[in-house]
C-alpha cells in the first residue's frame, strides 16, 4: 500500500493501528516548462498523457534476488488508471499514472493542474509500490529519488507491504538451509 494524501493517516485492525507514516504521502513539484492547464478536461488530458512522457524511471535491485546493481528501466502504461480533481478539490485536474517493470507496478505518477485560473499550472509527485532503489528523470533530469528500503513492513513509511518481507524471508532461509 501506498499513502497519496497530503494529510495525515492511520490504518486500522480491530482497533489497532497497522500503519501511521510518519510524513504525508506525496510531495508535489512544478512540471519543469510545462504549458498552462488547458482550459477543456479532454485538452487537459491530452496535455497529461503528453507531459507523462517526459518522465523516465528505473528501479536499481540486489540480491538475493538479483545481482548487485541491477538496473532496470520501467515502462508507462499508456493511458491512465484514474482521474480526479474537481472545483473544490485542491487540484481541479489530475490523473494517476503507473510505471511498470513487466506487468508489476513499481511508481505511481501524479500529475495534476492547480491553482487560480490565471496561475493554475502543472504539478508532479511519484509514490512507489517498491522498496528497491528508484529514480526518475524528467527531460533527462534527476527530478525524484528513493533509496532501498531496509524493511518494507515499516508502519511508520508512506509504503508498507503487509505480510512478510520477501528480502529478509529469502535471506532467512537461505542462511537457515546452510
Not at 522498496?131 to 529519488?145: I, N, Q, Y
Amino acid at each position: 500500500l501506498q499513502s497519496v494524501p497530503s494529510k495525515g493517516l492511520k490504518a486500522l485492525k480491530h482497533r489497532d493501528t497497522v500503519w501511521e507514516p510518519a510524513q504525508k504521502g506525496c510531495q508535489f513539484s512544478p512540471v519543469p516548462n510545462a504549458p498552462k492547464p488547458a482550459d477543456t478536461a479532454t485538452e487537459r488530458l491530452t496535455q497529461m498523457k503528453t507531459l507523462s512522457r517526459r518522465f523516465g524511471a528505473e528501479l536499481t535491485k540486489a540480491p538475493p534476488f538479483y545481482s548487485e546493481g541491477s538496473t532496470w528501466q520501467l515502462r508507462l502504461l499508456p493511458k491512465q488508471l484514474a482521474r480526479y480533481g474537481g472545483p473544490k478539490a485542491t487540484a481541479f485536474d489530475g490523473a494517476i499514472f503507473v510505471f511498470c517493470h513487466d506487468t508489476d507496478p513499481e511508481l505511481i505518477l501524479l500529475l495534476e493542474a492547480s491553482g487560480e485560473a490565471n496561475e493554475a499550472a502543472w504539478f508532479f509527485a511519484f509514490a512507489p509500490l517498491t522498496g528497491w532503489e528508484a529514480k526518475v528523470k524528467c527531460d533527462e533530469k534527476v527530478v525524484w529519488s528513493q533509496p532501498r528500503l531496509q524493511s518494507v513492513n515499516d508502519p511508520k513509511l508512506t509504503y508498507i507491504k503487509f505480510g512478510p518481507d520477501p528480502v529478509t524471508t529469502k535471506t532467512r532461509l537461505q542462511e537457515a538451509s546452510k
